[in-house]
């Protein structure tokens, strides 16, 4: 994926806003859980059924991982980031191995890339899937992004397997990126912002209309990295919320308390909910291709690693990961249900 979704006017039929944001409402409320007590609103745009909470041994060797790749006798300690698709991709990553074979232990849902990174480096976790464009920029402290998903992705992974002995496998066939969003029924000054560009005029001339959400990652990590930028996009302290990821999407709809809010490029809740992801014309978020990130060191013990990895990031398409976030963020499956309807669906495991 080379940028941010094409279209600004991404839009679904289906339920107003009102009951759409009720219903994202519940699913951030409750963090993935089954939506117990929450009503129907049609946000998710059709269920998938009941899935599998948990594997059987049965299906974990039922599947080609149990034929293709050998890890018996390995043990290994996967992590993720906290939000919904690093959740589910690290999900993914320890029913996996087990399937071929190693034993597993869970520390998924670190709290943000420092964490999860550090504990990498670290040891306390063996791998956890991570983002090109985040590996260029925060841990390799480059200023300007590399051109093209693929030659981010080789810029990345080389230099940081040569300065930190941090191996990358993969990659995913899709990439993710932060964008900015607003909803498509947006009214005054904020529903003639089509682009960040034209974002960036409105907080310049009318700073009271540029308010934004976004969670403490991206507001540690972007907001200077924009005023920075080509577009010098600064927003007023006090027209800046800080929340919960999934927030985000719930108060952007609304309106209330921002009228912009940070998005990634993967989450089913930009067309449940309406919005409209502004035009990056000037080409300033980094292209991120997933991948699994694990040292050196393990690499090299356990080179299955690598063919398990591969199989694995073929089949995470970008319609794929949308499918799974939305699974979990508009169907209120948890992301163990994700991940396995995803190794089931792929004959990773046996159904």
């Keep these: 994926m080379e940028s941010p979704r094409d279209s600004n006017k991404i839009r679904q039929k289906g339920p107003g806003a009102r009951g759409k944001v009720a219903a994202a409402l519940c699913a951030a409320l409750l963090g993935g859980a089954a939506m117990t007590g929450c009503s129907d609103t049609g946000a998710s745009g059709g ?11 049965k299906q974990l060797d039922g599947g080609s991982l149990a034929k293709d790749v050998d890890l018996k006798g390995a043990h290994f300690t996967v992590g993720s980031k906290e ?29 943000g890339t420092t964490i999860a990174r550090s504990a990498l480096q670290s040891g306390d976790i063996d ?27 080789g810029a990345t992974s080389r230099e940081d397997l040569k300065k930190h002995g941090i191996k990358w496998l993969g990659p995913a066939k899709f990439g993710n990126q932060y964008a900015m969003a607003r909803a498509a029924d947006a009214t005054g000054r904020a529903g003639e912002v089509d682009s960040i560009s034209d974002l960036a005029k409105l907080a310049k001339d009318h700073p009271e209309d ?15 990295a924009l005023e920075q930028s080509p577009y010098k996009l600064k927003f007023q302290a006090p ?4 929340n919960a990821f999934a927030l985000n999407f719930v108060n952007v709809a609304k309106g209330s308390p921002c009228k912009f809010a940070e998005v990634f490029t993967t989450d089913a809740r930009l067309e449940s909910l309406d919005l409209n992801v502004l035009d990056d014309d000037k080409g300033h978020f980094t292209t991120e291709l997933a991948a699994l990130t694990v040292r050196d060191k393990t690499a090299k013990k356990y080179p299955q690693l690598a063919k398990l990895s591969k199989e694995l ?39």
């Design 47 to 57: 269920s998938s059924g009941d899935l599998p909470r948990t594997a059987s041994k």
């Design 83 to 111: 939000f919904t698709e690093q959740q589910i991709l690290g999900k993914i990553t320890l029913y996996a191995l087990e399937a071929a074979g190693a034993k597993t232990k869970d520390q998924t849902g670190l709290q």
């Design 127 to 153: 791998m956890y899937w991570d983002y090109s464009g985040t590996g260029w920029t925060q841990f390799l402290q480059h200023d300007k992004p590399v051109q093209g998903s693929a030659a981010q992705f």
């Design 210 to 224: 540029a308010t934004l959400c976004g969670a403490s990652e991206f507001l540690d990590r972007e907001l200077s």
């Design 239 to 242: 027209q800046v919320y800080q």
């Design 313 to 351: 990031g073929d089949a995470l398409t970008e319609k794929t990961i949308i499918k799974l976030n939305g699974l979990v963020d508009l169907e209120g499956k948890s992301a163990d249900q994700a991940a396995l309807y995803f190794l089931r669906t792929n004959g990773f495991i046996g159904k």
